[in-house]
T-cell receptor, first 114, second 114 residues
Framework: GESVGLHLPTLSVQEGDNSIINCAYSNSASDYFIWYKQESGKGPQFIIDIRSNMDKRQGQRVTVLLNKTVKHLSLQIAATQPGDSAVYFCAENIGGTSYGKLTFGQGTILTVHP | SAVISQKPSRDICQRGTSLTIQCQVDSQVTMMFWYRQQPGQSLTLIATANQGSEATYESGFVIDKFPISRPNLTFSTLTVSNMSPEDSSIYLC???????????FGPGTRLTVT
C-alpha cells in the first residue's frame, strides 16, 4: 500500500504496552474532536470522539482526554496490539456554520513490535 | 456506519487531462465532503457538497479546478481538472452521519499524475 507517514512523528511500542498519542489543536472555538486510525492503503477509520463539555471518554481499549486549557487532546490505547500499527490523526470541528468541516492534525505513526 | 465506496481506487494520469472520482454511499446522507491527502501529509478539506445546492469550497480550492456534482443523497463526484504532478494525492470522500458530526470516510482514490 501507499505510505502516508513519510513526514510524520513516530511512536514505537512493544506489544502489550499502553500507547499515548498526543495532539495539539489550534482553534479554541472547536467543540468537537475525533480520533481516526489510517492503515496503509485505506481511508481513515473512526475510533472515538469527544465533545468540548467533556474531559474524558472511554471506548473499547481506548480513552480520549481533552484539556481545553492548553488545547491538547490525547488518545490512550491499552494493551497495544500489532494490529494497532497505523497512522493516527486527531480532527477538530467548530460547529455552527462550519458544521461537519474537520481540520486534521498532522498525524502520528504508531508501530507496535511483537 | 454508512458503507462508502469510491471509483476508481487508483489511477495514473497524464498532465493536462482530467479525472472524475465517484463516491457512492449505501444510505441517504445530507452532507458529503471531499478531502485531499498529499503524500506524507494529513487530510485537507477541499469542499462540502450538499444535494440541491452548489458545493462550497475551502480556501485554496476553486470550482474550475475541482468541480463537484451532488445529484442525489447517495452519490457525488469530484473532478480533478487540467492535472499537474502536484495533484498527485489521495482523494477521499466522507459523509456526516448525524448530529454528532461523526464522519466516515471512503477508501480513497490514489491519483498519480505523470
Amino acid at each position: 500500500g501507499e505510505s502516508v507517514g513519510l513526514h510524520l512523528p513516530t511512536l514505537s511500542v512493544q506489544e502489550g504496552d499502553n500507547s499515548i498519542i498526543n495532539c495539539a489543536y489550534s482553534n479554541s472555538a472547536s467543540d468537537y474532536f475525533i480520533w481516526y486510525k489510517q492503515e496503509s492503503g485505506k481511508g481513515p477509520q473512526f475510533i472515538i470522539d469527544i465533545r468540548s463539555n467533556m474531559d474524558k471518554r472511554q471506548g473499547q481499549r481506548v480513552t480520549v482526554l481533552l484539556n481545553k486549557t492548553v488545547k491538547h487532546l490525547s488518545l490512550q490505547i491499552a494493551a497495544t496490539q500489532p494490529g494497532d500499527s497505523a497512522v493516527y490523526f486527531c480532527a477538530e470541528n467548530i460547529g455552527g456554520t462550519s458544521y461537519g468541516k474537520l481540520t486534521f492534525g498532522q498525524g502520528t505513526i504508531l508501530t507496535v513490535h511483537p | 456506519s454508512a458503507v462508502i465506496s469510491q471509483k476508481p481506487s487508483r489511477d495514473i494520469c497524464q498532465r493536462g487531462t482530467s479525472l472524475t472520482i465517484q463516491c457512492q454511499v449505501d444510505s441517504q446522507v445530507t452532507m458529503m465532503f471531499w478531502y485531499r491527502q498529499q503524500p506524507g501529509q494529513s487530510l485537507t478539506l477541499i469542499a462540502t457538497a450538499n444535494q440541491g445546492s452548489e458545493a462550497t469550497y475551502e480556501s485554496g480550492f476553486v470550482i474550475d479546478k475541482f468541480p463537484i456534482s451532488r445529484p442525489n443523497l447517495t452519490f457525488s463526484t469530484l473532478t480533478v481538472s487540467n492535472m499537474s504532478p502536484e495533484d498527485s494525492s489521495i482523494y477521499l470522500c466522507s459523509v456526516d452521519q448525524g448530529p454528532a458530526f461523526e464522519q466516515y470516510f471512503g477508501p480513497g482514490t490514489r491519483l498519480t499524475v505523470t
